[in-house]
């Protein structure tokens, strides 16, 4: 079974973060540039949170703030739940469904090592059965019309 160090080296990985003290209006300006729904949070050097997109619109919404008001660390999730780098995609599938998230942090003993997505595992479960079917489709003709 694939592990999620396998996604992440096909995925590649910008690293992109905010700081807590970063205003959302920031992060939401660098979830747009690198197309991404959430960034890590971090802290000296610690992962302390991840922000998602769709907190810091939300939060504006029913705060009636405007968004240039608010701080990462105001809305950030700080329960975090990760995967380590040799879990397999099942895994952490069944992890962020039991969870009810759509990113995951990967870390590899304490060190931060990407930020996974489920269309990520989805994407990468898809790949490895389209090369599954095509390596049947050339068993399967190979054998038949090389008799």
């Known amino acids: 079974m694939k592990t999620i160090e396998a996604v992440l080296k096909t995925k590649g990985n910008s690293h992109c973060f905010v700081t807590p003290d970063s205003s959302v209006e920031s992060a939401l300006s660098l979830m747009a540039k690198e197309q991404v729904g959430a960034l890590p949070v971090f802290e000296s050097g610690k992962l302390v949170g991840i922000i998602y997109d769709k907190d810091c619109i939300t939060s504006a919404l029913l705060d009636g ?6 701080r990462v660390k105001e809305i950030m999730t700080r329960k975090i739940i990760n995967a380590s780098t040799g879990q ?5 599938l069944a992890l962020m469904n039991e969870n009810h998230i759509q990113y995951l942090p990967v870390l590899a003993d304490i060190s931060f090592e990407g930020l996974v997505s489920m269309s990520d595992l989805f994407k990468s479960i898809v790949d490895d059965q389209k090369e599954y079917i095509y390596r049947l489709e050339n068993y399967i003709f190979g054998f038949e019309y090389g008799r």
């Open 65 to 70: 703030k405007s968004i240039e008001e608010y």
């Open 88 to 92: 397999t995609i099942e895994e952490c």
